[in-house]
Structures are given as structure tokens and as C-alpha cells.
């Protein structure tokens, strides 16, 4: 799949991405040089191998993934199981 990050705002892509994680990663940092209002500019998005596109993630949703990504990798780091994703 291809993870793409799109400014709503001014139609910009900002990036192609093999996996979620590097997508969320340049989100996390274009919305930490401004502010999490910028997450409503965001979307990510991703093309299926059968060439048919999610919904895009943005806003609220977005910073959430982003949130779940940075905590999901905290308890690795610190040797915890990962948490219960169901």
C-alpha cells in the first residue's frame, strides 16, 4: 500500500509512503512545527493494492493515530507488550 500526506488547505503532497508509520511520523512533524490545528489541513490517505483509496485520516482522527503510533512505540521501547488492539 501507499500511504500519501496531502495539505487540504493549498492541494499540496507532501509525501509517498510505503507504510503507515512514516506517514504518520512527517504528520506528527509538519503538525508539531505549527499547531494541532494544522491536522485539519492533513490527510493521510492510502491506495489498496486493488487501487481503490481509503478515507482519509485527518483532524481529530489523525492526531489520535498519531497519538496511538507514538504510545504504541513508548511501550516497545520500554519492553511492555503492545497494547490489545481489539
Known sequence: ?????????????????????????????LIGNNDDNFADDLAIGHERPDGTYSEPLTGVPLLARIRELSLLRESVVAGQPSPDRS
Do not use: P
Request: proline letters at 0%.
Open 1 to 29: 500500500m501507499t500511504y500519501r500526506v496531502f495539505d487540504t488547505g493549498i492541494g499540496k503532497l507532501f509525501g509517498a509512503f510505503d507504510n503507515e508509520a512514516s506517514a504518520l511520523e512527517l504528520a506528527d512533524t
